[in-house]
């Protein structure tokens, strides 16, 4: 009896840390726009030992904020001159020794993708160059593991090559038609296999609905945490069967792009679910809300929902892992 109860929690123990064990046929991989770009950067370093790249449109290096809204609102968009990459280092490999994010040594291998408009007047490029020298220090060989898109005259937006308003705008709902398909930019370069062409449409039945409520820490509502009770997934059919290995990309929309705020536009119309038919690939959108300390609805990058919010235990960081273990355990045949 005592034996077989040694047993069963030896194979949970070996279940639990092998359940995001790195597979190039199961990569993890995250992207973002703008304060989701930031908030990509900081899962993908917080978590980097399962997170194997990032694609990034006009975000920032890690904790730029510094946990202060004036530092994001000044060097982190409009005057990167002021961001030190040696403090900011500096910041990331404290934590790392508190082991509150994951060790960096697991970054020398990520794949990145940038990308800046010219005509970015919220976030300027000059922040994003910052992020490249930032990932510098940590990848083994930038010069193939970064790809930076930098000569596109987008304004503040989710480029697109075939939806939103034309490039040079600048507002809702933040997606420009930009003749770039970032998403499959993004998936084709931070994947390690080739991927097929996107399916010509996708099917609306294939997402799914995640009480996103239900996996926020607790001590937090969705209103201290920032976040909407539902987060949404793209999952293709071949995946939902567990008859297919499946990859996961998780994609953390900007500011101002709340359900509330835009709907299903986000997530019906930036291209991934497309490239996720084709390629096997499961799609997680978490949903961000506005709320008193949060009027645009962004993801936390500087702790409006508390000091912890750049690491693992951060409200909004600990929601979106659980919802990717959540997603890992139902979806991923072989567990
Ligand atoms: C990755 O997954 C594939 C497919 O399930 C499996 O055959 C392979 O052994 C795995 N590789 C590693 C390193 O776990
Ligand atoms: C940007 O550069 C890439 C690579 O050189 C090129 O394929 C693309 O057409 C360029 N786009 C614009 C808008 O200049
Ligand atoms: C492409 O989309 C159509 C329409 O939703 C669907 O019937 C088809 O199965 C999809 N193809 C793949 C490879 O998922």
Not at 244 to 271: A, L, W
Request: charged content about 15%; overall charge negative.
């Amino acid at each position: 009896m005592i034996k077989n109860i040694v047993i069963v929690l030896l194979l949970l123990v070996y279940c639990s840390t092998n359940i995001l064990g790195k597979n190039s046929s199961n990569q993890i991989t995250v992207s973002g726009i703008s304060s989701g770009g930031f908030f990509a950067v900081q899962f993908h370093v917080a978590f980097s030992s399962i997170v194997e790249g990032a694609g990034i449109i006009a975000g920032g290096p890690y904790y730029c904020a510094n946990g202060n809204v004036d530092t994001a609102l000044s060097s982190c968009m409009v005057a990167p001159e002021l961001i030190s990459i040696d403090e900011l280092i500096g910041a990331t490999e404290y934590a790392a020794d508190l082991l509150t994010i994951d060790a960096t040594s697991n970054l020398q291998n990520s794949k990145v993708w940038l990308f800046s408009g010219t005509a970015d007047t919220i976030v300027k490029s000059g922040v994003v160059l910052k992020l490249e020298e930032y990932y510098e220090n940590y990848l083994t060989d930038p010069s193939t593991q970064i790809k930076t898109v930098y000569n596109y005259s987008a304004e503040h937006s989710y480029p697109t090559n075939n939806f939103g308003n034309s490039c040079d705008y600048l507002g809702p709902d933040y997606i420009n038609n930009c003749n770039i398909d970032s998403a499959w930019e993004i998936l084709t370069f931070l994947n390690d296999y080739t991927l097929s062409p996107p399916n010509s449409t996708f099917s609306s039945d294939n997402i799914i609905e995640l009480d996103q409520s239900s996996f926020i820490p607790f001590g937090y509502s969705t209103t201290s945490a920032g976040l909407y009770s539902y987060a949404y997934a793209y999952v293709p059919t071949q995946c939902q069967r567990g008859t297919t290995q499946c990859s996961f990309h998780i994609v953390f929309h900007g500011c101002e792009q709340t359900i509330p705020m835009i709907g299903d536009t986000f997530y019906m119309n930036t291209g991934y679910n497309q490239i996720a038919d084709t390629n096997n690939i499961i799609i997680l959108y978490p949903q961000a809300l506005a709320t008193e300390l949060n009027p645009k609805g962004c993801f936390d990058w500087w702790g409006f929902a508390g000091e912890d919010y750049a690491s693992q235990d951060g409200a909004q960081m600990s929601t979106v892992k659980s919802m990717l273990d959540s997603l890992v355990s139902k979806y991923d045949f072989r567990i």
